[in-house]
């Protein structure tokens, strides 16, 4: 098994930061791409941000500018930097992972935390 264990979130009023971070364990092999995602009150779960083993990054448009992914392939943890926030960054945001443990690659997911940004 895979697990993703994520930290960091909490409550911060707009126009702050938060730093997330997010390390992964168990069986692991190899990991492809790693990433966070969010999930608002009454909405459905969104990408984030992602990035590659090789480094390419990916940033959903609501977020570029703001947000910082990046990863650490040897400690196999993954953070997300993020600066001037807005409540409608508000939400649950779970670490994902696609990941092996020498077999197929499956996705694993964290608990989620919670972010909380007030105005």
């Known amino acids: 098994q895979v697990y993703l264990v994520e930290s960091g979130g909490g409550l911060v009023q707009a126009g702050g930061s938060l730093r997330l971070s997010c390390a992964a364990s168990?069986?692991?092999?190899?990991?492809?791409?790693m990433g966070w995602y969010r999930q608002a009150p009454g909405k459905q779960r969104e990408l984030v941000a992602s990035?590659?083993?090789?480094?390419?990054?990916n940033y959903a448009d609501s977020v570029k500018g703001r947000f910082t992914i990046s990863r650490d392939n040897v400690e196999n943890t993954v953070a997300l930097q993020m600066n001037s926030l807005n409540v409608e960054d508000t939400a649950v945001y779970y670490c994902?992972?696609?990941?092996?443990?020498?077999?197929?690659?499956?996705?694993?997911w964290g608990q989620g935390t919670q972010v909380t940004v007030s105005s």
């Open positions: 994902n992972a696609r990941a092996t443990m020498g077999g197929p690659y499956k996705y694993y």
């Open positions: 168990g069986s692991i092999f190899s990991i492809n791409t």
């Open positions: 990035i590659t083993s090789g480094g390419r990054t």
